[in-house]
């Protein structure tokens, strides 16, 4: 990843059900290109990531998401796994937090099935996003066009569809994080 010094990356997850890799890796991207990662989620406390579907580690909330301002961070990371998605896009202040931040003009990167939190903020109409294939009938009702591809730019939003797609992915922010 490009230098990232001086800017600072929100995370936002649910309780548990997050795709381990696909917090872990992009985090270290940032941190490695000298940026600052930050957990949110919806509670405090300690958030359980997965291997798919078995238990993997726990991570420290660094801050709830109702706490959170947009103006604190330069770009949104919303990492995949099925329950995450699920369980943000229940939430309303994940919600209202990423459509806040979608509004904002910032870079928003999402892959896998946390694209299901931008079609609950009611933000993919009129964007090409890709996501885990189960997701598209959902992406295309919201008025999106849903792709087969590795990484999808739209804006400031970064899409992606799975683990393989990390390294391209991790690429697509550093370049936005640069320019912003």
Not at 53 to 72: I, Q, Y
Not at 95 to 100: E, K, N, P, T
Request: aromatic fraction near 6%; proline fraction near 4%; include cysteine.
């Amino acid at each position: 990843m490009t230098n990232l010094t001086g800017r600072t990356v929100a995370f936002l997850v649910a309780t548990e059900g997050i795709e381990q890799v696909e917090l872990t890796e992009p985090w270290q991207s940032v941190e490695d290109g000298g940026g600052t990662a930050v957990l949110l989620s919806t509670e405090a406390g300690k958030v359980l990531a997965f291997n798919h579907l078995d238990p993997a580690d726990a991570f420290e909330v660094d801050r709830v998401v109702s706490d959170a301002s947009v103006d604190d961070y330069d770009a949104l990371v919303l990492p995949g796994g099925v329950a995450n998605g699920d369980n943000l896009r229940m939430d309303e202040d994940a919600v209202a937090f990423v459509r806040d931040f979608m509004a904002s003009d910032k870079p928003v990167a999402a892959i896998c099935h946390a694209i299901w939190s931008l079609v609950e903020a009611d933000r993919v109409k009129g964007k090409r996003v890709a996501s885990w294939p189960s997701l598209q009938t959902d992406i295309r009702n919201s008025g999106g066009e849903w792709v087969d591809e590795e990484v999808v730019v739209d804006g400031n939003l970064i899409t992606s569809r799975k683990p393989d797609d990390i390294p391209a992915f991790n690429r697509k922010l550093g370049e936005l994080l640069t320019r912003a």
